[in-house]
């Protein structure tokens, strides 16, 4: 399998993160945070240790100010309706997923105003106007990091020194970027920064955080257990446990921990470098095809590990099938869970193949989707012989 | 708006050939349609799909995922490929009269 399809999640894994799933499994899954027993406490550790490392790779001022989720959706839902009221104004732009998209269009009908600031046609978004859209009731100011659709890099370190001033929050959907891309979420001025375990961190599906600033007063939306203050009825509201309820995915985590140790250990300025070199390989040859349409800035100084085409003659399902029965290529096709960016780059509704390759991918798998791309615009009848 | 010429009827399409109109669709439209994509002639299981797709449509408006097209048939995707050689979507959809499916697969 040549694998292009790591936007949506890496595949595959460091050896290092099968082995920690697999050891934690047998021999440490008691239910962290809820016992005295070894079991209980070796998960606990785990839990603790992952937590460090990941509030280390996001220069975080706590490891308790990591939240750990089922995925960055859950996490931005976490701090949209744990952070939001009606009146609140969000600002936000025309690049989002629909797992921001969607909660503030449900908090739009309980009376949040949400302003979406419309970026260009490759995805990009002027910072200043998005500072234009704020208001004096503006509480926060909602971004991704790059975009899914089309790889796009958004002006996060702009618009975060302005929103600070303007005393609003900023929230980033890191979901693209986390363990790509250096974050500092000091540094950088993110109040809430929502990450996937599974992406770029290289863990298990079903993780992913939350990292909260001191200056993000959440409440938690989901009420339960949390292995604390069990005496008392009312939620707790204590980083990270009130925000934890019920038994977290702790063997998933073991795998997010043994990732991110990974990440630390390669470096991500090193993961950035491959990413970027294999990228320009596949925008240069990718640029060679005959009736294919690029999408995105087309220039990795601009973007991540992800690029957007649709190739003539083609619906991009069909190019999608092609290239997995044919060639052996798993690529994405359709509205990538994005269709506002879409229709930002004008490619609603039908959608785009995505191309997305990842820290293993080499360049011998560039060539080959790159091989297969050209026979498909060249031989779209079927009439010559397929690739081998 | 592209049309074509079938049977002395006029029947609209978009610009990549997709019918526009769902009921203006028969077996004849469709084998008529397979000929044009130098398909030959279509068999019976070239129809259950065309027949799975249109009445998932007519309850959905919208085509079905790939997954379900191949469990409601029992084909593989390998199978349905080699059945529509130009995709699930310019190649199924589009003989079975669907419009060009859109969004997620």
Redesign the interface.
């Known amino acids: 399998m040549y694998y292009f399809d790591n936007a949506a999640t890496t595949f595959p894994k460091p050896e290092s993160v099968y082995r920690a799933m697999d050891q934690f499994f047998r021999t440490s899954a008691g239910n962290p945070g809820r016992g005295t027993h070894r079991l209980a406490l070796a998960a606990g550790e785990v839990i603790d240790e992952t937590r460090q490392l990941l509030a280390r790779l996001f220069h975080a001022p706590d490891p308790v100010r990591v939240i750990f989720t089922a995925s960055t959706t859950d996490a931005l839902n976490l701090a949209l309706h744990g952070l939001l009221k009606p009146g609140d104004h969000v600002v936000t732009s025309s690049m989002e997923h629909n797992a921001v998209v969607r909660p503030l269009c449900a908090l739009e009908e309980q009376g949040v105003m949400v302003t979406c600031v419309p970026c260009a046609a490759d995805g990009s978004l002027n910072p200043e106007e998005v500072l234009a859209a704020m208001r004096p009731e503006t509480r926060l100011v909602v971004i991704i990091h790059a975009s899914n659709v089309t790889g796009t890099i958004l002006p996060i370190e702009a618009i975060g020194a302005q929103v600070r001033q303007r005393d609003a929050l900023l929230l980033v959907d890191a979901a693209q970027t986390a363990g790509v891309l250096p974050i500092d979420v000091q540094a950088m001025n993110i109040d809430l920064l929502a990450f996937p375990g599974h992406k770029g961190l290289f863990g298990a599906p079903g993780t992913g955080g939350l990292v909260v600033g001191e200056r993000a007063h959440l409440h938690p939306i989901r009420q339960g257990g949390t292995g604390t203050h069990s005496e008392q009825e009312k939620q707790p509201t204590e980083l990270p446990e009130g925000f934890e309820t019920g038994t977290l995915n702790s063997v998933g985590i073991a795998g997010l921990g043994a990732g991110v140790r990974f990440v630390l250990e390669q470096g991500v300025e090193q993961i950035h470098a491959h990413e970027s070199a294999v990228m320009r390989r596949l925008l240069d040859g990718l640029s060679t095809i005959p009736g294919l349409t690029i999408y995105g800035p087309a220039d990795i100084e601009r973007q991540v590990g992800v690029v957007s085409v649709c190739l003539a003659n083609?619906?991009p399902?069909?190019?999608?099938?092609?290239l997995?029965?044919d060639y052996d290529i798993a690529v994405r096709?359709?509205?990538?869970?994005a269709?506002a960016a879409h229709r930002t780059i004008g490619t609603f509704?039908?959608?785009t193949v995505r191309l997305s390759p990842g820290y293993f991918t080499t360049f011998e798998d560039v060539e080959r989707v790159i091989t297969a791309l050209d026979y498909l615009a060249l031989h779209w009848q079927?009439g010559l012989p397929k690739l081998n | 708006m592209p049309v074509l010429l079938f049977q002395g009827k006029t029947i609209e399409t978009d610009e990549?050939g997709f019918i526009q109109d769902f009921d203006a669709w028969s077996e004849d439209l469709a084998q008529y349609l397979a000929d044009r994509a130098d398909m030959g002639r279509l068999t019976p299981d070239h129809l259950k799909v065309l027949y799975y797709l249109r009445e998932y449509y007519r309850q959905h408006e919208l085509a079905p995922p790939?997954r379900v097209l191949c469990k409601e048939t029992s084909f593989t995707?390998?199978y349905i490929?080699q059945l529509f050689?130009?995709?699930?979507?310019?190649?199924a959809c589009k003989l079975a009269g669907l419009p060009?499916?859109?969004?997620?697969?």
């Open positions: 083609w619906e399902m069909d190019v999608g099938v092609a997995d029965q096709t359709g509205l990538h869970c269709p509704p039908t959608g079927r | 990549d790939i995707l390998k490929y050689l130009a995709g699930p979507a310019r190649g060009k499916p859109t969004g997620c697969a």
